[in-house]
């Protein structure tokens, strides 16, 4: 870690070559007057809206919906199948297969109503904003979606095989996450806030009305978020049943990294909003590109990083740079070779997520080393995409 002055508060640096967008935008950051103590970047840290992905902010009575981002609750879930690869081996592709079948992709939802596979309704707060969206929410429920969201099948180094599950709210979480960006603007210009609009850090007051109904959509978006995931989950897993029956899988391990949280850090109560980054308590996951490692780790709880980490590899290019950069083509032979198959229905995007736009996922464990302690590496066989 290295730390870098600013005209604000110091910026707290884990890793190198982070972009120049990225850092000024870090340095907007360090000049908000409520922001708390530091400002931490993680290792995967590239330009987003407003905050930086991969950054860390703590405030002091203040939330900003651009600094939780638009797929509130993204995140990550992975359980280990109890299956050996080389029994796995031969039913690989028929279960990716199935997968591909059983779960909506990209901008597709389930035709009719999950409700009947969770009580997440039933539980839906009373706020106007999120009852609109109900009616499409219950349908948006237990699908994938498209961009850097995956399905995987891996391989531990013990031969063992692994799912994973990378997803979040979906059009839900963007729905609300523009709507109370928008009433953060009104509150801001309301109370003549200093922090210039141009930066993308319209703030609520945390214990104000509209502050405390954010938080309260917030939360129920990270609920939908990992009940999202549990039903793609439990779809993956029925998959799998229907090849290898009485097989217990391990227990799911799941976390998400787009949100906001107050915690105690440094002696105060504070909200942290970590923006694609992961709480480093516990047992954390950090996925890699497609077709790279990932790793089960236990996080360490280092308190300069608000007790935080990556939450993934980190983009190195734009989506456009590498469609223009990457042949399709060549991105399917390249994770041909290294054995993974993939299964995507629209093919015309594949290169925006070519291993090659992403930071080595390698350099981001190793720039990490005082977050995290990785506890199992896995490599992809196969992945689903949107």
């Known amino acids: 870690m290295h730390e870098i002055a600013t005209d604000g508060l110091p910026l707290k640096v884990w890793g190198e070559g982070i972009d120049d967008a990225a850092l000024d935008q870090a340095r907007n950051l360090a000049r908000l007057p409520f922001a708390f103590r530091h400002v931490a970047l993680m290792p995967d840290t590239h330009v987003g809206y407003g905050m930086p992905i991969g950054g860390v902010l703590a405030t002091r009575g203040q939330v900003i919906p651009h600094a939780v981002g638009l797929d509130i609750g993204c995140g990550v879930r992975a359980w280990h199948t109890n299956i050996p690869a080389a029994e796995f081996a031969g039913a690989r592709d028929t279960v990716l297969n199935d997968v591909q079948r059983s779960i909506p992709t990209g901008f597709e939802w389930h035709s009719d109503s999950q409700e009947h596979r969770t009580r997440l309704f ?17 349908r948006q429920v237990g699908t994938l979606g498209g961009g850097n969201h995956f399905i995987e099948l891996q391989k531990d180094s013990d031969g063992g095989i692994w799912a994973m599950v990378h997803s979040g709210s979906r059009n839900l979480g ?29 703030h609520l007051a945390s214990d104000s009305e509209a502050g405390r109904e954010y938080i309260e959509v917030m939360e129920f978006c990270l609920r939908f978020a990992r009940e999202n995931r549990r039903l793609m989950a439990e779809s993956v897993r029925a998959a799998i049943d229907r090849r290898f029956p009485g097989v217990t899988p391990a227990e799911d391990i799941d976390v998400h990294h787009n949100y906001a949280a107050e915690e105690e850090h440094f002696g105060e109560r504070v909200i942290v909003h970590r923006k694609g980054a ?8 950090v996925p890699g590109s497609m077709g790279t490692a990932s790793y089960v780790c236990r996080g360490l709880a280092n308190p300069e990083s608000f007790e935080s980490c990556s939450h993934g590899a980190g983009r190195a290019m734009g989506r456009k740079a590498a469609v223009r950069s990457f042949p399709r083509e060549q991105v399917m032979k390249e994770l041909a070779a290294v054995g993974v198959r993939l299964f995507k229905a629209k093919k015309r995007d594949l290169a925006e997520e070519a291993p090659a736009a992403y930071k ?26 949107g």
């Open 360 to 385: 080595d996922i390698e350099e981001v464990m190793r720039h990490q080393s005082d977050l995290v302690e990785p506890l199992v590496r896995l490599t992809p066989i196969g992945v689903v995409k």
């Open 174 to 202: 963007k729905q609300m996450a523009d709507h109370y960006d928008a009433v953060a603007k009104a509150e801001s210009r309301k109370s003549g806030s200093p922090v210039p609009p141009e930066w993308g850090l319209a």
């Open 122 to 138: 039933a539980d839906m707060p009373d706020v106007e904003s999120l009852r609109s969206e109900s009616h499409k929410a219950v």
């Open 278 to 285: 992961v709480r480093a308590v516990g047992t954390v996951l």
